[in-house]
């Protein structure tokens, strides 16, 4: 098993460029997460998902739009990139409460 | 929102000394908490975790303290080696989602 996957690794934005940021999961496992992490703080959450087709807002959603419509894959939109969204980003899946972790994306917004 | 706050930022430690990480959490309706280790330029991995029904859980040299009275939770590392040097985070959890810490930073001094 791969676990779960991000792509791309890091990326440069300009503000108010889009992107898609990747997570791929080969656990079937039912839930998976999005979380920004700024330096030296705690993960915050995103988006969470409980299944195929179906997504909740997490703590800081705002700028940020998700999609689950297969259980492998739960891409995260950035619709108009803001210097605020500079970040690492940690895609997560868990069947009950363990979550795994992917390597993370890096992303700056310039 | 939650509050899930560590007492220290950063821990040295001899090697083969014992450590322990403290983390004081908000909700009082969490009923399950999770120590991670994040190395650098790596996701968080899942170390130990805890019920609320339970004081104390023991693994493989960790072992995970749980104080609902005071809302405390600490995480103790039998033996530190070298490759425990890392961030720890602990994460509460009180319905769906996951609140984390922002994390006690743990070098071990060879």
């Known amino acids: 098993n791969a676990g779960v996957t991000q792509t791309p690794k890091f990326r440069i934005l300009k503000i108010g460029q889009s992107m898609t940021l990747q997570c791929t999961q080969d656990?079937?496992?039912?839930?998976m997460y999005w979380y920004r992490q700024d330096p030296g703080m705690g993960l915050k959450l995103i988006y969470y998902?409980?299944?195929?087709?179906?997504?909740d807002k997490g703590e800081v959603p705002n700028g940020y739009n998700v999609s689950r419509s297969t259980t492998e894959d739960f891409p995260l939109r950035l619709e108009l990139a803001a210097p605020s969204q500079t970040s690492v980003y940690f895609c997560?899946?868990?069947?009950?409460?363990?979550?795994?972790f992917g390597p993370g994306t890096r992303l700056l917004v310039l | 929102g939650e509050s899930v706050g560590l007492h220290l930022p950063t821990l040295s430690v001899q090697e083969g000394d014992n450590s322990i990480i403290n983390c004081a959490y908000s909700?009082?309706?969490?009923?399950?908490f999770i120590w991670y280790k994040q190395e650098s330029g790596k996701g968080p991995q899942f170390i130990i975790d805890?019920?609320?029904?339970?004081d104390k859980r023991q693994g493989q040299r960790v072992t995970v303290l749980l104080n609902k009275t005071v809302k405390h939770l600490s995480l103790q590392i039998a033996a530190t080696q070298p490759g425990d040097s890392a961030v720890y985070f602990c994460?509460?959890?009180?319905?769906?989602?996951?609140?984390f810490g922002t994390g006690t930073s743990l070098t071990v001094i060879p």
């Open positions: 909700n009082s309706a969490s009923d399950y």
């Open positions: 994460a509460e959890n009180p319905g769906n989602q996951f609140y």
């Open positions: 997560a899946s868990s069947q009950r409460e363990t979550q795994y």
């Open positions: 998902s409980v299944g195929a087709g179906i997504t």
């Open positions: 805890i019920r609320s029904n339970m």
């Open positions: 656990m079937n496992h039912n839930y």
